[in-house]
């Protein structure tokens, strides 16, 4: 559990500079010259020549930047073009998402393959059963001080008092990140869409006509959390080019930084999405390939409280939506994290108590509750508090003989 809380901790908070670190990476990839751009099409073409591969997805970012495309390779891989957008010349390739691709990954525990969401879940989850636990346990009774840290670190004490206060200083931001996390995952992210859908809470409704599966496109990691899983708008044969379906979503109110997913098949619509930064930012538009006609515009304002509430959750979980204070306290929780992951064995090591080694005053009746309060909300960090229930009284019978 510690491990992947200190995991999570240190890449969530590389990704909060995402824009500075990648500045500081590939400086001599994104200065370009200030001129008007070429064409969607002719730039693209440009690309595929240049990497022998297919432009799937481009990226206009709101700075004075080089554009960035998706390059599906020949072999199946794919990778990020950095392009002048003045002459359509790539400045440099990198793998797909570039460095920063490879923190978002080590953040989700893709890594972990199939089991990736099921871990995140159960790490959320039982982040918030400590940080209730601990501010449950920890409440002042009279002769210890809320914070504060008394005694030298030979102590035991002055770690106990080190890793309460800054549980107790940081606890809600830290659950706060457990909390907007969870919309990511497999079995309650899904759910929660599900609820929030069926309830009318969520995106608003797809055109009719729709193809494949929900989120069945390689687009759908550009768009808001409310329509990832959305069915796609179908449309028809033909292809009207990208600079016209530019044209037809910039007529529609869309801003000057966005990502254009082509058609990756037949009736595939072009899809432009909104850059964003703060959750009113979102704005999803799909045009027909074939007949240029616009077959969804959706905004932030079209969707309901419950996506709104989700939406901007995830935004400040990312240090974007209140500005640069709020990257600050996302950081501090973060640092916050890695200071109670440290303390924690420390603590442990200098005076492991018995039993569930509850302070004077205080019965194991709240705790029990606070934890089967969340292992019913979050289900497989339920399942994962059985499972070390059954372990640790077989293990006790074993030792008992």
């Given at each position: ?54 432009v799937t997805q481009v990226t206009r970012p709101a700075q004075r930047e080089s554009w960035r495309m998706t390059v599906a390779m020949p072999d199946g891989t794919r990778r990020t073009a950095f392009v002048d957008p003045g ?225 901007w959750g995830i935004a400040t979980h990312q240090g974007q939506q209140l500005g640069e204070a709020n990257r600050l306290i996302m950081l501090g929780g973060c640092i916050a994290i890695l200071m109670l992951v440290a303390t ?58």
């Amino acid at each position: 559990m510690l491990p992947f809380l200190a995991w999570l901790a240190v890449t969530g908070g590389l990704y909060l500079y995402k824009p500075e670190i990648e500045r500081a990476v590939y400086a001599e990839w994104l200065s370009v010259a200030p001129r008007a751009p070429l064409s969607l099409g002719a730039m693209a073409v440009r690309v595929a020549e240049a990497t022998g591969g297919r432009v799937t997805q481009v990226t206009r970012p709101a700075q004075r930047e080089s554009w960035r495309m998706t390059v599906a390779m020949p072999d199946g891989t794919r990778r990020t073009a950095f392009v002048d957008p003045g002459d359509g010349r790539v400045l440099g390739t990198t793998r797909a998402g570039g460095v920063m691709g490879v923190v978002r990954e080590l953040h989700s525990l893709i890594i972990a393959g199939p089991l990736s969401n099921a871990v995140i879940e159960i790490v959320a989850g039982w982040t918030i059963v400590l940080v209730l636990t601990g501010v449950w346990l920890w409440w002042p009774r009279g002769y210890s001080p809320a914070i504060g840290v008394r005694g030298q670190p030979r102590e035991r004490r002055f770690w106990r008092d080190l890793h309460a206060s800054t549980g107790i200083v940081a606890g809600a931001v830290i659950l706060f990140l457990a909390v907007t996390g969870m919309p990511w995952s497999g079995v309650w992210g899904s759910g929660l869409q599900g609820i929030i859908a069926a309830q009318g809470w969520g995106r608003p409704k797809s055109p009719a006509a729709t193809k494949g599966g929900d989120g069945d496109h390689h687009g759908a990691a550009t768009l808001p959390w409310s329509m990832q899983r959305a069915a796609v708008p179908a449309g028809h044969t033909g292809d009207i080019g990208p600079d016209r379906a530019l044209s037809m979503a910039m007529a529609r109110g869309m801003g000057v930084d966005w990502t254009m997913t082509l058609p990756a098949s037949p009736n595939a619509p072009y899809l432009l999405s909104a850059t964003i930064a703060r959750a009113d930012d979102a704005h999803v538009v799909y045009v027909d390939a074939g007949s240029g006609r616009v077959l969804q515009d959706a905004r932030a304002a079209y969707f309901g409280v419950g996506a709104r509430v989700v939406e901007w959750g995830i935004a400040t979980h990312q240090g974007q939506q209140l500005g640069e204070a709020n990257r600050l306290i996302m950081l501090g929780g973060c640092i916050a994290i890695l200071m109670l992951v440290a303390t924690a064995p420390v603590m442990w090591v200098k005076r492991r108590p018995r039993g569930l080694g509850l302070p004077p005053g205080r019965s194991g009746r709240g705790l029990i509750a606070l934890m089967a309060g969340a292992g019913l909300l979050f289900p497989l960090t339920g399942l994962t508090m059985l499972a070390a229930l059954v372990v640790t009284r077989m293990a006790r019978r074993v030792a008992s003989g």
